[in-house]
C-alpha cells in the first residue's frame, strides 16, 4: 500500500512544479517558459503559402529533445498539442504506469517532429 501513496505524492509533486513552472513570476519560471514558447523557424521567406512548408527540410528523425523526455506528456501539454497528450495519458493510466517509461521515450524521441507536422497542419488548407 506505500506505493499507491508515492505515487498519489509523486503526482501532486508534478502537478504543483508544472502549476508553479506555468505560473510564478520567479526567474526560473520565466526563464523555463521562455525556453519553451521558443519558436522553431521551419518556413522560408514566405511564411503566408502553406505551399512553402512542404518544400524545406524535416528535423532529424529520433533526434533526443531533453525537455520533453524530461516532461513527458507534460510538454505536450504546454506547448498545445492536446491530442498528442491525451493520447500519451491515456495509454499511460490504462496500462496502469506499465507504460510509461515507453510513453516518455516516445515524447523525448519524437517531439519535434509532433511539433514540426502540427504547424504545418495548422497552416494547411484543404
Known amino acids: 500500500m506505500p506505493t499507491f501513496?508515492?505515487?498519489v505524492l509523486a503526482g501532486l509533486a508534478g502537478l504543483a512544479l508544472s502549476l508553479?513552472?506555468?505560473?510564478s513570476q520567479a526567474r526560473p519560471a520565466r526563464a523555463f517558459r521562455a525556453a519553451l514558447a521558443?519558436?522553431?523557424?521551419?518556413?522560408?521567406?514566405?511564411?503566408?503559402?502553406?505551399?512553402?512548408?512542404y518544400y524545406r527540410p524535416f528535423p532529424n528523425r529520433l533526434q533526443v529533445h531533453w525537455p520533453a523526455l524530461?516532461?513527458?506528456?507534460?510538454?505536450?501539454?504546454?506547448?498545445?498539442?492536446?491530442v498528442h497528450a491525451g493520447i500519451l495519458l491515456v495509454l499511460v493510466f490504462i496500462s496502469?504506469?506499465?507504460?510509461?517509461?515507453?510513453?516518455?521515450?516516445?515524447?523525448?524521441l519524437k517531439a519535434e517532429e509532433d511539433l514540426v507536422e502540427a504547424r504545418i497542419a495548422r497552416r494547411n488548407v484543404y
Request: hydrophobic share 60%.
Open 70 to 82: 524530461l516532461l513527458g506528456p507534460i510538454w505536450y501539454l504546454l506547448v498545445g498539442l492536446w
Open 96 to 108: 496502469g504506469g506499465l507504460l510509461a517509461p515507453v510513453v516518455w521515450a516516445y515524447a523525448g
Open 38 to 53: 521558443r519558436e522553431i523557424p521551419i518556413a522560408p521567406a514566405r511564411a503566408e503559402d502553406p505551399a512553402d512548408l
Open 20 to 23: 508553479w513552472l506555468g505560473y
Open 5 to 7: 501513496w508515492l505515487v
